[in-house]
């Protein structure tokens, strides 16, 4: 029986963290226009700084300082961070709905996120009401799809794997998790989210 659900944070809750990312939740592509830097470049700054970033190895700072090379005007970083900051948001029908969830199942975030992002998530959008524990992969040192990650969750929660539902929208994540005998589900949208509970028999009334 289940008992604990497991959510990711950016691409389901809430916008991901990529500069140049685009879905129904925001776009960032605002942010490159107003600093003035392409896609590709943005993208290529991200890839290098990303996997220390998650990991916890070095702050977000180190990202901005190389992103404010690439820019040919006088903009004020603090601008360009704002409007980056700002583009940042929640899904509401998603957290309304966990919320009804919170009613019947202990709830947990694990995601992959920087230490500075985490913060800002948690407090923007008082994540923290939400969930009982929000794990970090920058906390950790260490994320997604290692399983070292969920064996820890696993480990920290006191859980058997049997009592755990793990939602994520990237694929590899998922497997990862199923491969540890996780119950499993891809996020694509709030109504095939709905569609998938139902057939795990969980109680979303």
Known sequence: MIKCIIFDLGGVFVSDAPIYYVNKLTD???VLEFAGVS???SEKLWDKHWLKLKLGQESID???HDFYKLINNNI???????LYNSKIILD????DFAKKLKTNYKLLALANESKSGIKLKIDKFKLNTLFEKIYCSADLNMAKPNKDIFNYVINDSNLDVNEILFIDNQIKNVNAAKSLGIKSV?????EQ????????????S
């Open 28 to 30: 960032f592509t605002e």
């Open 39 to 41: 896609k590709e470049d």
């Open 62 to 64: 180190l990202f901005w």
């Open 76 to 82: 004020n970083l603090d601008k360009i961070k704002e």
């Open 92 to 95: 509401r029908q998603v957290f």
């Open 186 to 190: 891809l996020f694509v949208n709030l």
């Open 193 to 204: 989210l709905k569609k998938d509970l139902v057939l795990l028999s969980i109680n979303i």
